[in-house]
C-alpha cells in the first residue's frame, strides 16, 4: 500500500487491522485458567520460510499462547502429526505448506485432528463450511464452528474498508465479486461464504468460470474481461508467476482489489483506477488463525 | 498382450483373472439374505467414459449386485453424494472420476461415507492403510479393512504372475521395484504395502523419487535409469502422453511390467525383454470393487 492511500485509509492495512483483533484475543486468553500450547510444523529451510514460521510464532507468543517451533524432515512430518495429534498437552497444530506440492499435502492437512486444526483446513470444518453448519459440534449450539483462517482474513479486511457488514443478514447483498482461485481452503470456501451473504461471486480457476449464487455454484460461460468489469469487488489468489495480472483498465473505478497470493497478481497502475486495494492479507490471517485456536481450546480442551 | 504371450500365460489376461474372484464373489453374494445395492455416479458425456460406466455396471449385475447408473451434472455430485451417504438403502458408492479435475475431486473422494466408499479411496480408509491396520473397525477382528481397487488389483496380478505368494510373511523379501506414480490413491499405498512385504520400492513421481522400506519412505538421489536397471518389479501409472515410456532397453531381462495407466507407459519393444508384460488392469480393478462392495456390506449394512 502507497503511503497516500495509507494515510487515507489507516484500517486498511492488514497489519493495523489485524492489530485490533490481536488485542481482543489477548486479553481473552488472560482470563483463561490454563494455558494454550501449539505446535507448528516446518520442513522447510529456505530463509523466507523461516523468517514467517518465526513470524508466527512470535506473533501467537505476544498474545500468551505457548507456540513451539519445529523443524523436521517432510518425511517424520506424517508420524508427528499423528503423535501431535495424540498429545493431550497439545492444543492446535500449525503446517507451513506446501511439503511435498503435491496431492500428499492434502492428505496430510487432512491428518490433523479437527480438534486442534487451528487453519480449520481439514475435511471437518471444510464440510460444515460447505453446509452453511456455523456449530461446531451439533446440538452444542455455544460451540462455534472455526473457518479456514485466509478466506476469514478477507472478509474481515472487506469489513475493515466498509464494504462488509457483519451485522446485516446480508452484507454484501448484490454486490458482483470476481475471485481467482478455486482451492479447497480458500478459493471454494470464499466463494460459498460471500455468495451465501448475498453476493453474486464469479469464481475462476484454470479450468474456467463458476458462477456461485446463494452459496450454490452454477456453470456459466463468461470471460474474464466480463467479470472483472462487472464487478465491485476483486479477489485475487493466483500462486502463479505467470498469471496475467489485472490492470486499471479491466475495473470499474473504485473497484475493491484484494490480492491474498504471495505474488502480486494486479498491475501497479490498479491504485489509479481504485482507492481500496490490499495486496496483502498475511498478518490477519495469522491473526484469524489465533482466533481459532482461542475458539477451539473452549470447544474442545477446558 | 500379445496373442503368443496370451497363449504362453494364460492367467496373465486381467479379464480372465478377474473372471476367478468375480466367480468366487458371485457365489458369496448367493448366500446373502438381502441384496446390495451400489450407485455409480457420472458426470461426463464423453463416449468412452459412458461405456466403461455401462460395463461396470454390467459386470456388477453379473454377481448379482444391484448397480444404479446415475448421469448427473458435476454441480450436482457434491449433493447426491450427501444424499447417498444418508440412504439406507444404498450399500456402495462408486463415482467416475475425474469430475472437476483440481483438487475438488479429493473432496469429493473424501466425502464419500465410508462404510459406503467401495473405491477405498476417502481418508478412513487410506489412513487404516497406511498405519497398516488391517481391521475395518477397531476390535472387532472379523471385520476387515478394505483396500484402494486399484493397488489391490495389481497386488493380485502380481500373484497370478507367481511373483507374489499371500501365504508368506514376506511375499516379496528382498524383490527391488520401481513404481512410476505415488498418488494418494495408487502409487503410494502400492509403494507402502509392497515395502510392508518385504520389498525395496522406488517411488517416483515429477518431484523425483523416494525409497521405501517396511513401509516406510526414506530421501534417496537415484536416476530412472538406476532403478530401473535395478527392478525386479516396474509398474507404471502415469497419465501423461508426454511420459518417456520405458524401453527394452532400461530394464533387465525378465523384469516383471505392469502398466495401469490408461496411457501406455512401456515401449513396444518391452516384450522383447520380458515374458511377464501386463499392459491394463482395468477389469481386475473393477473386480476388486466388487470384492470391496461385498466386505462393506458384511461389514457396515447386514
Request: hydrophobic share 35%; aromatic share 10%.
Amino acid at each position: 500500500m502507497n503511503q497516500s492511500l495509507q494515510k487515507q485509509y489507516p484500517d486498511l492495512d492488514p497489519g493495523s487491522v489485524a492489530e485490533q483483533y490481536i488485542e481482543e484475543i489477548r486479553k481473552e486468553i488472560q482470563t483463561l485458567s490454563a494455558r494454550i500450547r501449539v505446535i507448528g510444523f516446518i520442513a522447510s529451510d529456505d530463509l523466507p520460510s523461516l523468517t514467517y514460521a518465526r513470524a508466527t510464532k512470535q506473533k501467537f507468543e505476544q498474545v500468551g499462547i505457548e507456540y513451539e517451533l519445529k523443524s523436521l524432515k517432510r518425511l517424520e512430518l506424517e508420524d508427528e502429526i499423528l503423535r501431535a495429534n495424540g498429545d493431550r498437552d497439545i492444543h492446535g497444530i500449525f503446517i507451513y505448506f506446501p511439503i511435498f506440492r503435491n496431492e500428499q499435502d492434502i492428505y496430510l492437512r487432512n491428518l490433523v485432528d479437527y480438534k486442534k486444526d487451528i487453519e480449520a483446513g481439514s475435511l471437518y470444518w471444510t464440510k460444515k463450511l460447505y453446509a452453511n453448519d456455523r456449530v461446531a459440534v451439533s446440538g452444542e449450539t455455544d460451540k462455534k464452528a472455526v473457518i479456514p483462517c485466509t478466506p476469514l482474513a478477507i472478509l474481515k479486511m472487506l469489513t475493515a474498508a466498509g464494504v462488509y457488514s457483519e451485522n446485516e443478514k446480508k452484507p454484501v447483498d448484490g454486490k458482483i465479486v470476481t475471485i481467482f482461485n478455486r482451492s479447497e481452503v480458500i478459493g471454494r470456501p470464499l466463494a460459498v461464504m460471500m455468495s451465501n451473504d448475498g453476493a453474486k461471486v464469479y469464481s475462476f480457476d484454470v479450468n474456467g468460470p463458476l458462477l456461485f449464487e446463494n452459496a450454490k455454484p452454477a456453470e456459466i460461460e463468461i470471460s474474464r474481461e466480463e467479470a472483472l468489469m462487472d464487478s465491485d469487488i476483486v479477489i485475487t489468489g493466483v500462486p502463479d508467476k505467470y498469471f496475467r495480472k489485472v490492470s486499471a483498465s479491466e475495473i470499474k473505478p473504485g473497484t475493491v482489489c484484494i490480492n491474498f497470493s504471495t505474488y502480486p497478481n494486479f498491475e501497479d497502475d490498479i491504485e489509479t483506477h481504485t482507492d481500496i486495494y490490499i495486496p496483502r492479507v498475511g498478518p490477519m490471517t495469522v491473526a484469524m488463525c489465533m482466533r481459532n485456536t482461542l475458539r477451539l481450546f473452549r470447544n474442545f480442551h477446558c
